[in-house]
């Protein structure tokens, strides 16, 4: 039966009745574009900008997200010391074992230890939240067309009124960005939901714009460090490019 | 002693070559041999398609040192690399954009033989193994795709798998079968890993037969005359080769820009997504350098006959050299044809366009009408031309063309030009 069921699928993918789903993804408004200190080949992420973002990762977001593929010696890309990664790994109560008197034990975390998840399970983080489970956002801004702008957008995309006409099942809310406009998740970021220590002024979007700049962050943690290679090899290759050509004109140059 | 007559005056090269002749071929095949003189940059592409396969094969063998292949670990033993393994980010980017950039390098090498005639008389089999080569290279890259176990790979391996499912009768048991279970699983996952091992090696087997072909007949050029004496060409080394390595670094150049700077820019952000059997994408398509094929699929309004048109649209390219009656091997001289050769090309790209967007109101009209052409260049167009097109007066030889300005080679512009004024 599942088996039909999929080449019935199949067969409507491959001959385009099932796409679409297609339209709806599309139809979200364009996204404000907002300036990424990371974009471009010579931007690189601001790392004051990153701190803040995990300061609001860590609580807000974290308290329903994982952010499983990381461990805490990551934040040591951010500019956090060892000592301050330390502390913040051992906040957290990870579950080890089995000891040799076969229990399960907790203990501190370690920066070798990947970000504790705030649910047991998928099944306990759907459970916890009316059906649909929060994305681990890990990879996230690899994961979304528009990555830093579509998490900025998202995080700030809820109208205080949905638009007329538009349909919000029972617990779900209205967001501007979210493919199909009903998401999950309810507004999370308002003016002032952290205080940084730093002193800049956390407004909604000033908060969503950091978080986004984390999660760039930990999606691809060596960015900064491929595009610093990636000017060198480009150099490189212009110059020996050059050299190479000159050799070819001055062979060539020789035939009659 | 019946050795090997070697010329080497090294002696340990000349021991080995007396008993097993490699310097000697090297030598032949890679110094001596003669290439034609007024060969242009598309002539690289060979080259650089053979440097893209050998770059593919290393950072391959590198990743699966890493890679797990197993439904619940492949997907984070890949952000494992990308995060944890040294150079391990490099390693997969180059990888991931080495295949398009492969394809990228094929598919110009393809329209390049497809212009100046490389595929006829004597290079028929070079081309067919061209044609095998470019088979085994799609499954490849298919395979590959399957293997980070994203949302797009898992999808994409779903919907190309049950296209066998088209079939009559055997159908539904070769799908069961290339599953290796009764849907898209670890079984499939691991078969999909060994066989993106295995495919390389036996394309790099073809590869050796393709060049062994190649140099039977010799290389073609833009005039598509044969060599008719040594003022016509030139040795490989140091020549071609000082030519070719200027061309793969520019070549690299472009590569390493995507590869450092826009790795995912050709990546489909769903894959960073883990697989999920229960969830399907809105929008499933494969990676761009399928796209045309893929527009020919979706263009039939039937599954079977899509599949169908989709393998002809590939398989025809093995009768090519029959399809084509004209005597004549460049579009240079083929006014005619060279008209018809630019507008397939524009349908490939536009059925690429087609193959990219949900295929509905224009679209499909668009891939109807794109499909139509590809099969009628080949079917149609190629003989007909051939018998009824007067092709332009050639130069007696390539060395007339350069020596003597060659007269109505050169009235045709860039495609003609020798490369270097001589």
């Given at each position: 039966m599942r088996h039909m069921k999929s080449v019935i699928l199949a067969a409507a993918l491959v001959l385009g009745f099932g796409t679409a789903g297609v339209a709806q993804a599309n139809e979200g408004v364009e996204l404000p574009q907002q300036s990424w200190p990371q974009a471009g080949p010579f931007g690189r992420i601001d790392q004051k900008q990153a701190q803040r973002g995990f300061?609001?990762?860590?609580?807000?977001?974290?308290?329903?997200?994982?952010?499983?593929?990381?461990?805490?010696?990551?934040?040591?890309?951010?500019?956090?010391?060892?000592?301050?990664?330390?502390e913040i790994a051992a906040a957290a109560q990870v579950t080890d074992g089995p000891n040799d008197q076969g229990e399960m034990f907790q203990r501190p975390g370690k920066p070798s230890d990947r970000f504790v998840k705030p649910f047991a399970n998928e099944k306990a983080a759907a459970a916890a939240n009316g059906g649909a489970a929060p994305p681990d956002l890990s990879v996230i801004v690899k994961a979304r067309?528009?990555?830093?702008?579509?998490?900025?957008?998202?995080?700030?995309?809820?109208?205080?009124?949905?638009?007329?006409?538009?349909?919000?099942?029972?617990?779900?809310?209205?967001?501007?960005?979210?493919?199909?406009?009903?998401?999950?998740?309810?507004?999370?970021?308002?003016?002032?939901?952290?205080?940084?220590?730093?002193?800049?002024?956390?407004?909604?979007?000033q908060e969503a714009k950091d978080v986004a700049t984390f999660l760039s962050y930990v999606s691809e943690p060596t960015q900064d460090e491929r595009k610093g290679l990636g000017a060198k090899v480009i150099l490189f290759l212009l110059v020996f490019a050059g050299l190479m050509y000159g050799c070819k004109r001055q062979l060539w140059a020789g035939l009659h | 002693m019946a050795l090997y007559p070697s010329k080497f005056n090294n002696p340990v090269v000349k021991w080995i070559d007396s008993r097993l002749p490699l310097f000697t071929l090297m030598h032949h095949e890679y110094v001596e041999f003669q290439m034609p003189r007024n060969i242009n940059y598309l002539w690289a592409f060979g080259a650089i398609a053979m440097l893209m396969l050998m770059t593919m094969i290393i950072t391959g063998i590198m990743l699966a040192m890493q890679y797990t292949a197993n439904t619940g670990l492949a997907f984070a033993s890949v952000e494992r690399i990308m995060r944890?393994?040294?150079?391990?980010?490099?390693?997969?980017y180059i990888h991931a954009n080495g295949s398009?950039?492969?394809?990228?390098?094929?598919?110009?090498?393809?329209?390049?033989?497809?212009?100046?005639?490389?595929?006829?008389a004597p290079r028929e089999i070079v081309w067919i193994l061209g044609v095998v080569i470019y088979l085994l290279m799609m499954a490849n890259g298919f395979l590959g795709y399957v293997l980070p176990w994203g949302q797009?790979?898992?999808?994409?391996?779903?919907?190309?798998?049950?296209?066998?499912?088209?079939?009559?009768?055997?159908?539904?048991?070769?799908?069961?079968?290339?599953?290796?279970g009764f849907s898209v699983d670890n079984p499939t996952l691991n078969r999909f890993f060994a066989l993106h091992y295995l495919l390389p090696f036996i394309l790099l087997g073809v590869v050796m037969l393709h060049i062994a072909a190649l140099h039977i007949a010799g290389s073609n050029n833009p005039l598509g005359i044969e060599i008719k004496g040594p003022q016509d060409s030139v040795p490989f080394h140091p020549y071609v080769t000082i030519k070719d390595i200027f061309a793969f670094i520019v070549f690299l150049i472009l590569f390493c820009a995507f590869v450092f700077f826009e790795p995912n820019y050709?990546?489909?952000?769903?894959?960073?997504?883990?697989?999920?059997?229960?969830?399907?994408?809105?929008?499933?398509?494969?990676?761009?350098?399928?796209?045309?094929?893929?527009?020919?699929?979706r263009a039939i309004p039937d599954k079977l006959g899509g599949m169908l048109a989709m393998f002809s649209a590939v398989l025809i390219l093995f009768v090519l050299p029959?399809?084509?009656?004209?005597?004549?091997?460049?579009?240079?001289?083929?006014?005619?044809?060279?008209?018809?050769?630019?507008?397939?090309?524009?349908?490939?790209?536009?059925?690429?366009?087609?193959?990219?967007?949900?295929?509905?109101?224009?679209?499909?009209?668009?891939?109807r009408v794109g499909t139509l052409y590809y099969f009628g260049y080949f079917l149609v167009l190629m003989p007909l031309l051939g018998k009824i097109e007067r092709p332009l007066p050639r130069p007696a030889s390539i060395a007339d063309s350069i020596l003597k300005g060659g007269g109505s080679v050169h009235a045709h512009g860039a495609a003609a030009q020798p490369m270097e004024k001589a």
């Open positions: 300061q609001v990762f860590k609580e807000i977001c974290a308290n329903c997200h994982a952010l499983g593929l990381v461990p805490y010696r990551a934040l040591k890309g951010i500019g956090f010391t060892a000592d301050q990664v330390k067309l528009g990555a830093e702008n579509y998490i900025a957008a998202l995080l700030t995309g809820y109208p205080d009124e949905p638009p007329a006409g538009a349909q919000v099942p029972e617990g779900k809310y209205y967001n501007k960005y979210f493919p199909g406009h009903a998401i999950g998740m309810p507004k999370m970021l308002f003016d002032d939901s952290v205080t940084y220590a730093d002193g800049t002024k956390a407004t909604a979007l | 944890d393994v040294n150079f391990g980010w490099l390693l997969r398009a950039f492969f394809f990228i390098a094929v598919y110009i090498h393809l329209f390049r033989g497809l212009y100046y005639g490389s595929y006829q797009m790979s898992f999808w994409a391996a779903t919907v190309i798998t049950n296209l066998f499912s088209a079939l009559p009768v055997v159908g539904d048991p070769i799908v069961t079968w290339l599953w290796g050709m990546a489909h952000p769903d894959n960073y997504i883990p697989a999920n059997p229960l969830v399907t994408p809105a929008h499933i398509v494969p990676e761009w350098y399928f796209l045309p094929l893929y527009a020919i699929l029959w399809l084509d009656t004209s005597k004549v091997k460049s579009c240079v001289f083929k006014p005619l044809t060279r008209v018809a050769f630019w507008l397939l090309a524009i349908d490939v790209l536009v059925l690429g366009f087609c193959g990219a967007n949900p295929p509905d109101g224009a679209w499909v009209v668009a891939a």
